[in-house]
């Protein structure tokens, strides 16, 4: 067994650990914390893929951005972990049919056969020079465009929605009109008053 292999069966162990620790940790922080371990890991994996590109995204996006706001909102939350259990307790048979439905269809789904590629055969290298965010940019902005376009439309519904859901108007919420302020004149607010001064 080469090096590479042994990292790689090392990199899925840690994976598959961490996202088993996600679904069945009671604490909603120490899932958010495995979720992490599982990225950091996975971004290995692209690694030894030769996808720096990906691989680096990964860690940005998701650990440096995504998953800290998951913490934030999970530590602001006050989650009732009773309930949590309790609900765990209930729905585990379901849980469990359902994750070997998805393993089945990955098994169906997943494979060399399937993309095209000959079980046997090794990627062909590539020199030293080579950029895969070149060649991810150049699939991405000539074959896939549409459906890239398409997605960034959906993204930008998805913010409109969130923003239109989070701004409604409570009764109780004083605001304040910035037009009325400015148009507001100094003898509106100010009375001069013209007093005799008091001698001791």
Avoid: C
Avoid at 154 to 175: E, F, H, N, P
Wanted: aromatic share 10%.
């Amino acid at each position: 067994m080469t090096l590479e292999k042994l990292i790689f069966y090392v990199l899925a162990a840690v994976v598959i650990m961490a996202a088993t620790m996600v679904v069945t940790r009671r604490n909603p922080v120490h899932s958010a914390l495995f979720l992490i371990l599982a990225f950091f890991a996975s971004s290995g994996i692209w690694l030894l893929a030769e996808a720096e590109f990906l691989a680096i995204v990964l860690v940005l996006v998701y650990v440096g951005a995504v998953m800290v706001l998951f913490l934030f909102v999970l530590m602001m939350l006050d989650i009732d972990l009773a309930v949590l259990r309790a609900g765990f307790i209930k729905l585990l048979p379901l849980g469990i049919i359902m994750a070997i439905a998805m393993a089945a269809e990955l098994i169906l789904v997943v494979g060399p056969e399937n993309f095209g590629i000959d079980k046997y055969a090794a990627p062909a290298r590539h020199a030293a020079d080579y950029s895969n965010t070149e060649e991810i940019g150049s699939v991405l902005y000539t074959v896939y465009m549409y459906p890239f376009e398409i997605a960034a439309v959906i993204l930008l519904v998805a913010i409109i929605a969130a923003i239109g859901l989070t701004m409604r108007k409570r009764s109780d919420t004083k605001y304040l009109d910035p037009a009325t302020q400015v148009v507001v004149k100094r003898k509106d607010r100010v009375r001069m008053v013209s007093m005799d001064a008091e001698r001791g």
